[in-house]
Every structure is written in C-alpha cells, then in structure tokens.
C-alpha cells in the first residue's frame, strides 16, 4: 500500500488533543458564567431595594403631609410591604368638588421578588427596631433587606444592602 492509498483524516491522538483543549476551555468559562449570572442578581436586587424602599419613602412623605389618615403607632410609615401594592385614600385639597377630593395612590405594583433567595419574602426592619436586628417588631415598614446568608462579589452581605 503506497502513501497515496491510505485514508486522509484525524488519528485517535489528535482527536483525544483537540476534545481536551475544547474540554478545558469549557471549564475555564464555567467560573466566569456563574459570576455573570451572580452580577445579574445582584443588580436585580439593587434595583428591587430602591423600588421598595423609594415606595415606603413616598409613603412617608404622604403621611407627613397630612395627606391621609393613618395609625399614630406607625410613625407614618406603612403598616405591611402589602399595603404599598393597595395604596391609600389620599385627600386632595386643590380639587373643587368633593367627588375630586378623594384619590387612591399606589406605591407599588407589586412586591418585587428577591432574587438571591427567590421569594418574595423580605427581612423587614421597623422604625422602632434596632438596626441590627433579625426579627420585625411589626409597628411598621421602615426598611427592607434580603434575607440571604451570601457574600456579595464586594465581600459585604446582601442583607447588610
């Protein structure tokens, strides 16, 4: 059999070569696809904090205007993360007719979903809280936190956000 005869292709060798350079750039990508995916959550919860925390914000700034009625106990903040999807009956004095007077504002469409344990149950501190505190004294909603245990890419805790 001369040269010429014999079947053009790859020996078993060079195929066990290239399948372990494609087998090692895979796993070299892997690390950099989970920090991906770990920033994408993390900018998601940056966002749903600000959202609720710009709705409780709203909120207060309502009831320190006297714009509605609500609980004394509550220091003007809302009562439940819920109650800033249903809004409240808000008094306004510019209109002229009475039937004008009365409008419902809502804060939130929804509770945002937590992204880094997938719920959409929030820590909740109250005002009367200490600021370190794990557990909800239930007066009101002053601030929100996720309730993970991770280390963000910074090195902080999520729920320290």
Do not use: C
């Not at 750039?25 to 749903?48: C, D, H, T």
């Not at 925390?53 to 819920?82: C, N, Q, S, V």
């Amino acid at each position: 059999m001369s040269r010429d005869d014999r079947a053009h292709g790859f020996t078993l060798v060079e195929m066990i070569i290239t399948l372990s350079l494609l087998a090692v750039l895979a796993l070299s990508a892997l690390p950099l696809g989970k920090m991906a995916v770990k920033r994408e959550n993390e900018i998601e919860l940056q966002r749903a904090l600000r959202l609720v925390r710009e709705a409780i914000d709203a909120w207060k700034k309502l009831a320190d205007e006297k714009k509605f009625e609500f609980d004394e106990d509550t220091e003007g903040y809302p009562p439940t993360l819920e109650d800033l999807v249903k809004g409240v009956e808000v008094q306004d004095k510019s209109a002229t007719d009475k039937a004008a007077r009365k409008r419902v504002v809502k804060f939130l469409r929804r509770i945002p979903k937590d992204p880094m344990t997938n719920s959409f149950d929030w820590g909740l501190r109250s005002y009367q809280d200490d600021p370190d505190s794990d557990v909800w004294g239930e007066e009101n909603v002053y601030d929100v936190y996720t309730k993970s245990q991770a280390l963000a890419l910074d090195g902080t805790r999520y729920r320290d956000w």
